[in-house]
Nanobody, 114 residues
């Protein structure tokens, strides 16, 4: 199974970005899609997860600003990030997992700065 993130970049405070996660080589609907982030010197933290039937969970710091979604027919997950702040700067990782397997992408850098 191969996981690839895209959509990161540099954005000003208050701006928006949408991250994409493409999962190939497995049955996408079998996986919970999770987004995590890791800032320099910090531990990796949960951003959001979404189950195959659309049940979502968010980290406290992003609740109300970020929206996780998925398109099972396209084998893709998405993370819409609004009202971005400098503290959202991190490498964002996509994870595809179930009770038996867990696959990570290489990450995409998000930098929020004026």
């Amino acid at each position: 199974v191969h996981v690839v993130e895209s959509g990161g970049g540099l954005v000003q405070p208050g701006g928006s970005l949408r991250l994409n996660c493409e999962v190939s080589g497995g049955i996408f609907a079998n996986y919970i899609v999770g987004w995590y982030r890791q800032a320099p010197g910090e531990q990796r933290e949960l951003v959001a997860t979404i189950t195959s039937v659309g049940r979502t969970k968010y980290g406290d710091s992003v609740e109300g600003r970020f929206t996780v979604s998925r398109a099972n027919a396209r084998n893709r997950g998405y993370l819409q990030m609004n009202s971005l702040q400098p503290e959202d700067t991190a490498v964002y990782y996509c994870n595809a997992a179930n009770s038996r397997e867990s696959y990570w992408g290489q990450g995409t850098q998000v930098t929020v700065s004026s």
